[in-house]
T-cell receptor, first 113, second 112 residues
Framework: NAGVTQTPKFRVLKTGQSMTLLCAQD?????MYWYRQDPGMGLRLIHY???????AKGEVPDGYNVSRLKKQNFLLGLESAAPSQTSVYFC????????????FGPGTRLTVT | DAKTTQPNSMESNEEEPVHLPCNHS???????IHWYRQLPSQGPEYVIH???SNVNNRMASLAIAEDRKSSTLILHRATLRDAAVYYC?????????????FGPGTRLSVLP
């Protein structure tokens, strides 16, 4: 049982390049989330999904797109990377929303130059 | 969303108890109090949560004030591995569209 895994662990992009971050969970969780964390700050929610084929915007969705084609995977895309998107990205999953704990992945450190 | 207020940082000596406070004066009746912590270079991990009564688990205890406007996370014997940022979060169990809102948290340093 690997829990929540994220690919890649590190990435450096040039401004304007695109990339996709992959999140996978093997706990059969319905809900999945993408957060970003800037230095010295708490996490901010980018997008989330309440089930396969559904996605919704979080607090800071601009510049990102997501897809949940399979229940176990949640993809975060950057179509045209900007230096302001330099951050650590965390994926999380939970059985449901409400009172259930979220399980977090190890994070992806992205630098945009 | 109801907000929480935590001290920016705290220090503790190893093997001593630590009391991490959280104020949430605008908490609603359906808000649960959750605590997560984030070890250096890792994703956050769940610690404990509760509604009204005090809660204990293998990691910590959660003491909730009678009026629920504040709570305290208690680590009974701090170890060096407990050095982390601790987040106090309110979660409205009836609001299915809401998600966790992480503030800056409290950075706990544990001195050997």
């Amino acid at each position: 049982n690997a829990g929540v895994t994220q690919t890649p662990k590190f990435r450096v992009l040039k401004t304007g390049q695109s990339m996709t971050l992959l999140c996978a969970q093997d706990m059969n969780h319905e809900y999945m989330y993408w957060y970003r964390q800037d230095p010295g700050m708490g996490l901010r929610l980018i997008h989330y999904s309440v089930g396969e084929g559904t996605t919704a915007k979080g607090e800071v969705p601009d510049g990102y797109n997501v897809s949940r084609l399979k229940k176990q995977n949640f993809l975060l895309g950057l179509e045209s990377a900007a230096p302001s998107q330099t951050s650590v990205y965390f994926c999380a999953s939970s059985i449901q929303t409400g009172n259930y704990e979220q399980y977090f992945g190890p994070g992806t450190r992205l630098t945009v130059t | 969303d109801a907000k929480t207020t935590q001290p920016n940082s705290m220090e503790s000596n190893e093997e001593e108890p630590v009391h991490l406070p959280c104020n949430h004066s605008t908490i609603s009746g359906t808000d649960y109090i959750h605590w997560y912590r984030q070890l250096p270079s890792q994703g956050p991990e769940y610690v404990i949560h509760g509604l009204t009564s005090n809660v204990n688990n293998r990691m910590a205890s959660l003491a909730i004030a009678e009026d629920r406007k504040s709570s305290t996370l208690i680590l009974h014997r701090a170890t060096l591995r407990d050095a982390a940022v601790y987040y106090c979060i309110l979660r409205d169990v009836d609001n299915y569209g809401q998600n966790f809102v992480f503030g800056p948290g409290t950075r706990l340093s544990v001195l050997p």
